[in-house]
């Protein structure tokens, strides 16, 4: 008795697979080596374009450091240009006020 049940499972397990068909897989269509060396090209000047870019920032950037660093240099040779006009005024009112003193002397001088 079990023997006919277990056989007529098995047919019925074989009749259901066959019914089964598997939808056949896409084909893709080989990529040719032209178009794979296209895509190549293409990465490649998206590369040099990104390269490129950064390139041109690293470059704004280093030229807005050295125009800071040439402006502060600028402020303090002002600077320095500034103090070293004060002090040669000052030594002129020293030396003309020794010119004096040199003068009144050698007149006292000569009236003695």
């Known amino acids: 008795m079990k023997y006919p ?3 007529a499972a098995l047919v019925a397990v074989a ?3 066959c019914g089964k068909k598997d939808e056949p897989a896409a ?3 080989p990529v040719s080596a032209q178009e794979q060396m296209k895509e190549s ?3 490649a000047v998206d590369a040099a ?3 490129a870019q950064a390139a041109g920032d690293a470059a704004a950037a280093a030229a807005t450091a050295a125009g ?3 402006a502060q240099l600028g402020e303090k040779a002002e600077a320095a240009a500034a103090e ?3 002090a040669a ?3 002129k009112q020293d030396a003309t006020e020794a010119a004096k003193a040199a003068v009144d002397s050698a007149k006292e001088s000569l009236q003695k």
């Open 49 to 51: 374009k990104e390269s």
């Open 5 to 7: 049940l277990l056989v």
């Open 41 to 43: 090209a293409a990465q």
């Open 89 to 91: 005024q000052e030594l």
């Open 84 to 86: 070293a006009g004060a």
């Open 27 to 29: 084909v893709q269509e």
């Open 15 to 17: 009749v259901s697979a």
């Open 68 to 70: 800071e660093t040439a």
